[in-house]
């Protein structure tokens, strides 16, 4: 009997055996039964609990094994009885095998549907029999480390969680018994695995792969990708392209292999067996084509969806394979936009009376190009280098070309609209230019009646919105939006009257075409390649916010691919190097005594005011930049928050008044801007007192030509201009000294007005001065400001990346 891990016999705890008439039987050794009183209890100790079958095997005075089994009972029950107890041979008859070291042994069957199963298990050698055991089953404690050791060894080589070769328990991840492995995991495991499995020490490798199966072999032959019309999108500014792709002579099924492109599988069996590898460069790259395709529409299963304005695209699918069908066509003809060595070479037109530079030269090519094939784009130049004129260099080759047809119309800010009038008559006299300033009521006469016979039709923005049925109802060969960041927001009306407005032509015009958002950019996009970026939800979900907050620079390089043949931008520093210098300082200047203590009076209060704001910072926008407006007020003067303070000096009027009065005196023409008109008309009045001229502009200005005349004339040495009214449609190179009275966190804003000096048919360096209070909102502003200009410049100009967001931290750090 058994208590508590003693085994409590008669006699002897040994398992012996001898032969009996060729029968052989074991029990336990003993004596005679002694009289009760003769009795002995012998005790013998254990190194673990037996087993309940090896205790029920014990109570029997023996277990005679047959001869026939002799050899099941050596192969199967042998080693499990050795774990219990020591067996010895009680006659030499009695020969008991030896016990070889167990191998861990891994047994692979192939499977349907390239598939194979692994069996792991320990085999014992028995004499010249195997035994086998399951892989968890308990070993003999001399084996235990050894059989440890080895599978550990397995486990981590096997550890990769893709592979599925190991299983959760409560104290971990363990090699699991059974797994089956498949498709690119099979393969994975054939060619990685098992090759090193056997080379470790204690581990057996069992194959059992029938003759019949596939011999599975990789191919090296690259791909031949082949994009063939689909004609399902119904659409006719769309194009379904099926995908099929072979590889070595063989068609790989679509299905499957964008399943394995989009888990990021590293092979593909083929049903032949043949494999071969997806790290490539073709499929990575048609991965991410379906992928975008996918993200930005809904084209059906297996079909990859490409619009007419994705000129991009169409390039990159010609790197990838080939194009066959209508598409076929529609490629060729849209290579030239990207690729500037094969652009068609298109005259310039005679009537132009203008010598184009070559780089607007090559600006009216691809004008001419887009025009051609009815696909609308950004002219997105720097400020000064002729946007207005390549653009009238179009609409004078399309007369010439096309003959008489419905006039062009061009929307622009009221400022610029004469502008346009003028430069229509300088350079293309042949054109008949007409321009909208008033509405019907005022200039008594209807729309179509007043551009009758006319070739290029100019109004404003604001026309164009409250008169827009009247201009939708007219026949237009193309529509140009000059400063088109007017129209940015595709919230605005002014978006949806250009957006909606029937030409088949459409063109947008600025330096600036994003100002503080990839939203931006979108919108002037969906005005003129409406099919480039489909829709503003995920165009954000696809590239803006991977772009500007998971600052995802594969996205961004995407990005700049997609825009970049439909939008043409130059710098001056890169096409005008005939252009004199521009020098820029930031002039840090220390507030008065008198007025610090007041800024810093009016900056305690804000900024517990907005703090308790920015939880809701959507919610509390317009109340949060309210403050922040005040808080550059006060940076400025004091005075703009509250008249009672008109006591307290204006460091910065105290500056500029010094500065101005000596460049006045050294003969230097200056413009001074500023954000808030109250501030510039203090500085004229400064100016005046100083005994200064000066001519003034902003909002309110009625008779701008008279005024711009005055300054161009040499009337007045210094300019003042607000920010908004004279920020752009300006040609001043008459001055040569330019000064920000206030940053703002919009570095286009600022370039726009230094580029009214610093422009083609400047001849002297240009030297800009930005006024910065020290210790100031103002100080933050410029560092967010240079944030922006790294975000405009890594889209468009391909720099670094920068996000642009003003978050609920920026806005902290500026209260700071």
């Known amino acids: 009997m058994l208590a508590d891990g003693m085994l409590v016999a008669p006699d002897s705890s040994v398992l012996v055996g001898q032969p009996v008439h060729g029968v052989a039987w074991w029990g336990v050794r003993g004596q005679a039964a002694p009289r009760p009183r003769d009795r002995v209890l012998r005790l013998a100790p254990l190194a673990r609990p037996l087993e309940p079958g090896f205790i029920a095997m014990l109570t029997k005075p023996a277990i005679q094994v047959p001869a026939d089994d002799e050899a099941r009972f050596f192969e199967q029950y042998y080693p499990s009885l050795l774990r219990q107890a020591e067996m010895v041979a009680v006659d030499p008859s009695v020969r008991l095998p030896d016990l070889g070291a167990a191998a861990l042994t891994l047994t692979v069957n192939r499977m349907a549907g390239h598939r194979l199963s ?27 480390a050894d059989r440890e050791k080895v599978v550990r060894r397995v486990t ?40 090193r499995l056997t080379d470790i020490d204690g581990v057996d490798i069992v194959r059992q792969l029938d003759d019949a199966g596939p011999a599975y072999q990789e191919t090296l032959q690259a791909p031949v990708i082949t994009f063939a019309s689909a004609d399902t999108s119904g659409q006719p500014d ?65 079909v990859l969806r490409v619009g007419r304005f994705q000129a991009g695209l169409w390039q990159e699918l010609a790197e990838l394979g080939e194009v066959s069908g209508q598409a076929a066509a529609w490629q060729e003809a849209v290579r030239s936009l990207s690729d500037a060595g094969s652009r068609v070479e298109h005259r310039i037109p ?22 051609e094939h009815r696909l609308g784009g950004v002219l997105a130049d720097d400020m000064g280098l002729g946007k207005t004129l390549q653009a009238l260099a179009l609409i004078c080759h399309v007369r010439e070309t ?59 923005y604001t026309l164009f919105r409250l008169e827009f049925e009247d201009y939708e109802a007219l026949d237009w060969s193309g529509l140009i ?25 459409k063109l947008a015009i600025t330096g600036t075409p994003m100002e503080n958002n990839l939203l931006e950019l979108w919108s002037l996009l969906s005005i003129t390649a409406p099919g480039l970026f489909p829709r503003a939800d995920r165009f954000t979900d696809h590239y803006r916010n991977p772009i500007e907050k998971a600052h995802d620079a594969e996205r961004l390089a995407q990005l700049r691919r997609r825009i970049r043949p439909l939008m043409l931008r130059r710098r001056k520093a890169d096409v005008a190097a005939d252009l004199p210098d521009k020098q820029e300082q930031v002039i840090e200047l220390d507030l008065n005594p008198k007025h610090r203590k007041v800024y810093q009076t009016y900056l305690q209060r804000e900024r517990q005011k907005v703090l308790g704001l920015l939880g809701d910072l959507q919610q509390n926008r317009f109340e949060i930049f309210r403050s922040l407006t005040l808080l550059r007020q006060a940076s400025l003067d004091v005075t703009l928050v509250d008249p009672k303070h008109r006591a307290v000096p204006s460091t ?15 003969g230097h023409r200056t413009l001074v801007f500023s954000q808030f008109t109250r501030f510039l008309d203090a500085a004229r009045q400064r100016m005046e007192a100083a005994g200064i001229r000066c001519c003034y502009l902003d909002g309110a200005t009625r008779d701008r030509a008279t005024v711009l005349a005055e300054f161009k004339n040499g009337t007045a040495p210094v300019f003042l201009i607000s920010l908004k009214a004279g920020g752009f449609g300006l040609n001043l190179t008459e001055a040569d000294y330019c000064i920000l009275l206030d940053p703002w966190w919009n570095p286009a804003t600022e370039a726009q007005a230094v580029d009214r000096v610093h422009r083609i048919g400047q001849t002297r360096n240009v030297m800009v001065y930005r006024l910065v209070a020290k210790d100031t909102i103002e100080e933050k502003v410029m560092a967010l400001k240079a944030r922006k200009a790294e975000l405009f410049g890594s889209v468009l100009d391909g720099g670094d990346f920068a996000s642009a967001q003003l978050t609920a931290a920026d806005i902290r750090d500026l209260l700071q």
């Open 652 to 666: 910065k009027l105290d500056m500029l008044a010094e500065q101005v009065s000596d460049l006045v005196a050294e």
């Open 156 to 195: 981590e080589m096997v550890a990769d969680p893709t592979l599925g070769l190991l299983e959760s328990t409560p104290a971990g991840p363990q090699l699991a018994a059974t797994a089956d492995v498949a498709g690119d995991t099979m393969i994975r495991f054939l060619n990685d695995i098992l090759p």
């Open 350 to 371: 005679s009537g132009l009376k203008a010598t184009l530079r070559p780089y607007q030269q090559d600006g009216f090519r691809w004008l001419a190009a887009l025009h």
């Open 481 to 505: 939006l000059d400063e088109a960041q007017f129209v940015n927001n595709p919230h605005s009306q002014g978006y949806r009257c250009a957006k909606q407005l029937p030409a088949q032509f």
């Open 118 to 144: 692994l069996r792991w298990e320990w085999v014992l050698p028995v004499g010249d029999r195997h035994h086998r055991e399951p892989l968890w089953a308990p070993a003999l404690v001399a084996d235990a």
């Open 238 to 302: 769309w194009y379904d392209l099926s995908v099929q792709v072979a590889v070595g002579g063989e068609q790989v099924p679509f299905d499957e292999l964008f399943v394995a492109l989009a888990a990021d599988q590293q092979y593909l069996i083929l049903p032949s067996g043949m494999y071969f590898s997806l790290d490539r460069a073709e499929f990575r790259q048609l991965r991410d084509l379906i992928a975008e395709s996918r993200a930005l529409d809904d084209p059906p299963h297996g």
């Open 402 to 460: 096309s003959g008489p047809r419905a006039p062009f119309l061009v929307v622009a800010p009221a400022s610029v609209v004469h502008n346009w009038a003028s430069e229509a008559s300088q350079f293309t006299p042949d054109l008949v230019a007409t321009t909208i300033t008033q509405t019907r009521a005022r200039r008594g006469a209807t729309l179509a009646d007043a551009v009758r016979g006319a070739d290029l039709v100019v109004t404003s």
